[in-house]
């Protein structure tokens, strides 16, 4: 249960130091928001909860001021609850000392202050939503700590607990931290579909979703589609400005510029670094304000505007020194090297890898400063090359012509077989494309001319010998043992014929995909039947995709093990088990506790191994079988993809 007494967690300052000091400083320390300069107006004419309420409505715009601040209204609803006892509100203040933990680096801390509320919150059912909150909060941290499969595992739990009591709110977040999980794998399509899923699912939170539409702008730029980005990123910037949510609305402007800069607008793209430059500033926050101004540090040496260069990564350095943000100076000299390179101002430059060798030394020894010795060395040889080219200007001026001559005829040679064999790929794409499509056709064409022919015939005979069997009664024993033989192989027919359609009918089909239809299969085997009790085991890290070839070969091996394990195993237990790994690789595999049988026995009128094995070596794939009498029997089939 929850205490209303100060709780204390690692590595997180303690509010009763700060407490008196924070409680005499102005509400209004600087204009931000419409929203945020309303609930400070508001709160210096109220009192009691309400007042209470209000300091935790600014703790919620936590985004759009600075940490201090963020920690100022904190401890001021915590010390008003400490007379008031609400439960809720308890919870809420501690969520908001996590977030603390997290804005001023402390992940470690945070998590152990999540878990805490986790397990005390699994139990109050009145508090569901704020549980919920936690959860997807832990994710967030998980993925910071690069735990991104324990993540994905929270956003899911998350997202089926809030579907179940409607809480729309944590279903876009949970939805939005599923995609963000796997962009960050670089799993970009998959995340494209959730952040579509957060988009389009939560119409009554249209503040909320600049955050899935931002991530959809940064995925399709990734994946180079930067019209669709540019749409999104657009939606984002005018969600941002009607939200006030300026965080997010400085991300949207950076991801923005690598937009324009992808599209070869340098110029379109500075104004947005600036503009969230301007944002950092608004906010207060000094570390991403310097972060930001590094980025246009880099901008400018790469587009050639070295002197703005110089004089933006001077104003970050002072304000990562006035801060001891030890980092950020590292990058922003190495940045500020870079602009004085671009001007040819090589004593800057020499100064600037002095400065960062004696930073670097400092910070990471002996490596650090061998590197830098190194940038050292290569300026020192770069600056006397730049004195023999001078030196040598008058005969170089002279041999220009020629020179630029038999350089402008090899680059044209190179460029016209370049050109050429550009033409002659796009012609082999093409060509390609024509086969796989017709190809295509004709696998479409064969599933339909296999179900409205073949199928169709087979449910006639089953028809007419179930109708036969019916009218028996001038038929004798052996008669009506055909029929039910007849039928039942029709009906065995009819089965296989439609997993051939099933793998006919698509290009690829995924192992997920695969698992359903072999479970759905043992689970139709085994209806009306108390044993054997079937275990499903399922280990996908990625979800591979097959051939319809592929998946045709690996069900039916699976089929045929299937049924041997049943027919004539005679086995209490069936386990069935699927796996697959990021790298490729995939596993699956059917164990049973049953009689077993000696492997290296030739068994005569059995060609259902051999079958299986021609099968496995048509897929590329390795086959196992182990067995031995009294120990069951194990069918594993492996490969990569």
């Known amino acids: ?11 997180f300052l303690p509010f009763s130091r700060v407490l008196l000091g924070l409680l005499f400083l102005p509400y209004s320390l600087f204009a931000q928001t419409h929203r945020i300069d309303s609930l400070r107006n508001r709160m210096s004419n109220t009192s009691g909860y309400e007042k209470m309420q209000l300091a935790l409505g600014l703790c919620k715009e936590k985004n759009s001021f600075p940490g201090d601040s963020l920690l100022k209204y904190i401890v001021l609803a915590d010390s008003m609850n400490k007379e008031i006892k609400d439960l809720r509100a308890a919870y809420e203040i501690d969520y908001y000392k996590t977030c603390y933990a997290q804005v001023t680096g402390n992940i470690d801390s945070a998590i152990v202050r999540c878990d805490h509320a986790l397990a005390e919150l699994k139990n109050q059912k009145n508090l569901g939503d704020l549980y919920r909150k936690y959860i997807t909060f832990n994710g967030v941290l998980l993925i910071r700590s690069d735990k991104v499969k324990e993540a994905i595992a929270l956003f899911y739990d998350a997202l089926k607990d809030a579907e179940i009591n409607k809480d729309t709110f944590n279903i876009l977040a949970s939805q939005n931290g599923i995609g963000w999980a796997n962009m960050e794998i670089s799993n970009f399509n998959e995340a494209i579909l959730w952040f579509r899923k957060a988009a389009e699912s939560s119409p009554n939170l249209s503040l909320y979703i600049i955050y899935p539409i931002s991530n959809l702008a940064a995925c399709y730029n990734s994946i180079h589609k930067n019209d669709s980005a540019l749409i999104y990123v657009n939606k984002a910037i ?8 300026l965080k997010a609305l400085a991300n949207a402007y950076a991801i923005k510029s690598d937009i324009l800069i992808d599209l070869k607008k340098p110029g379109e793209a500075e104004e947005m670094l600036k503009m969230g430059v301007d944002i950092r500033k608004q906010i207060g926050d000094q570390f991403y304000v310097v972060s930001d101004m590094y980025q246009l540090g880099i901008f400018y040496a790469n587009t050639h505007q070295c002197e703005k260069g110089i004089s933006i990564c001077k104003e970050g350095l002072a304000i990562a020194e006035r801060n001891n943000f030890s980092s950020k100076l590292i990058i922003l000299y190495e940045a500020l090297a870079d602009n004085y390179k671009e001007c040819d101002n090589y004593v800057g430059y020499s100064e600037v890898l002095n400065t960062l060798l004696v930073l670097k030394d400092s910070l990471y020894q002996q490596n650090s400063a061998e590197a830098l010795a190194e940038m050292q060395t290569k300026y020192e040889v770069e600056n006397k090359e730049k004195i023999i080219l001078t030196q040598d200007y008058d005969l170089v001026k002279r041999n220009y012509l020629i020179y630029g001559s038999f350089i402008l005829f090899f680059l044209t040679g190179i ?6 064999k550009q033409y002659k790929a796009r012609q082999h794409s093409l060509a390609l494309k024509e086969v796989n499509h017709a190809r295509e056709n004709e696998r479409k064409r064969i599933a339909a001319e296999l179900h409205d022919n073949i199928g169709t015939q087979l449910s006639y005979i089953s028809r007419k010998t179930e109708f036969m069997n019916e009218e028996k009664s001038s038929l004798n024993e052996k008669q009506i043992n055909s029929l039910k033989d007849i039928t039942s192989s029709a009906r065995r027919s009819i089965s296989d014929l439609r997993e051939t359609i099933w793998a006919l009918k698509k290009e690829n089909i995924s192992i997920n995909d695969l698992a359903d239809r072999l479970k759905a299969f043992v689970h139709q085997q085994l209806e009306g039947q108390n044993e054997p009790q079937i275990h499903i085991e399922e280990n996908i890290e990625k979800n591979l995709l097959f051939t319809s070839i592929e998946s045709l070969n690996i069900f039916r091996i699976f089929q045929e093990a299937i049924h041997n394990a ?6 209490k237990n069936l386990y069935l088990a699927f796996e697959s790994y990021n790298d490729g690789g995939w596993n699956i595999s059917i164990r049973d506790d049953g009689k077993g049988f000696d492997v290296s026995k030739q068994y005569e009128n059995h060609f259902g191994l051999e079958n299986m ?3 496995a070596n048509e897929t590329g794939s390795d086959f196992t079988i182990n067995s031995k009498p009294g120990h069951g029997t194990i069918i594993a089939l492996e490969g990569k993809l």
């Open 1 to 11: 249960m929850l205490s209303f007494k100060t709780k204390c967690f690692p590595s």
């Open 566 to 571: 049943l027919q004539h195993s005679e086995c």
């Open 415 to 420: 460029i016209s077989f370049l050109v050429f």
């Open 238 to 245: 005018e969600i941002g400005k009607k939200s006030e949510d």
């Open 613 to 615: 094995m021609q099968r």
